[in-house]
């Protein structure tokens, strides 16, 4: 079951709490997760929103999420004419502290930094080898992954000796599972 948080039922509950949201922390812009923002952003109604922090998806990487990119670019529109505050987390490490909250941004991922991606490909330790798709211009879309229309990033993409697509998997646990149900 997958919770969604509509912005009326944020509004009726904020008045309560003094309709002022301190901070509001968003982890990518499709509409399961911005939705209800870029709603209140939209129709504030009273509500105030004192800063949001985000990462700004670059064009190249809204391109490879045709699905969600209406979405985003709604968000992005919606924010931008706010005025409300805006963190744009590009680099991990950013330190604060909200109402005695202390809180650190650990990871932000970036479509165009090699070393992230050569990161996470050591950190998954899968056991056949490994192919990153190169970035010839910084947010510029990459050419493998373009070619092959892939739903996320990243996406693990198992390709047959005849060079077709055999599977996909958002993550190792994914694609473990899809060969386990075929090997």
Same mark, same amino acid.
């Given at each position: 079951m997958k919770l969604v948080v509509l912005p009326q039922a944020i509004k009726n509950v904020l008045p309560a709490l003094g309709n002022e949201v301190e901070a509001w922390f968003t982890s990518h812009p499709h509409n399961d997760h911005v939705g209800a923002l870029t709603k209140i952003l939209q129709n504030p109604d009273g509500m105030k929103i004192n800063k949001v922090y985000h990462s700004r998806f670059s064009d190249s990487l809204l391109a490879c999420e045709a699905p969600y990119q209406q979405y985003a670019l709604d968000y992005y529109e919606a924010l931008d &004419?706010?005025?409300?505050?805006?963190?744009?987390?590009?680099?991990?490490?950013?330190? +604060?502290?909200?109402?005695?909250?202390?809180?650190?941004?650990?990871?932000?991922?970036?479509?165009?930094?090699?070393?992230?991606?050569?990161?996470?490909?050591?950190?998954?330790?899968?056991?056949? &080898?490994?192919?990153?798709?190169?970035?010839?211009?910084?947010?510029? #879309?990459?050419?493998?992954?373009?070619?092959?229309?892939? #739903?996320?990033? #990243?996406?693990?993409?198992?390709?047959? #000796?005849?060079?077709?697509?055999? +599977?996909?998997?958002?993550?190792?646990?994914?694609?473990?599972?899809?060969?386990?149900?075929?090997?």
């Open positions: &004419k706010s005025g409300i505050e805006v963190a744009n987390q590009t680099e991990p490490g950013l330190t +604060g502290q909200i109402d005695g909250l202390n809180f650190k941004i650990l990871g932000v991922t970036n479509d165009s930094r090699r070393e992230d991606w050569l990161k996470a490909l050591e950190q998954d330790q899968l056991p056949w &080898k490994q192919v990153i798709d190169e970035f010839p211009e910084p947010y510029k #879309p990459a050419r493998v992954i373009t070619m092959y229309a892939a #739903p996320y990033l #990243p996406t693990l993409i198992l390709i047959g #000796p005849d060079g077709k697509i055999i +599977g996909q998997a958002k993550d190792k646990h994914q694609l473990v599972e899809w060969l386990e149900e075929r090997l």
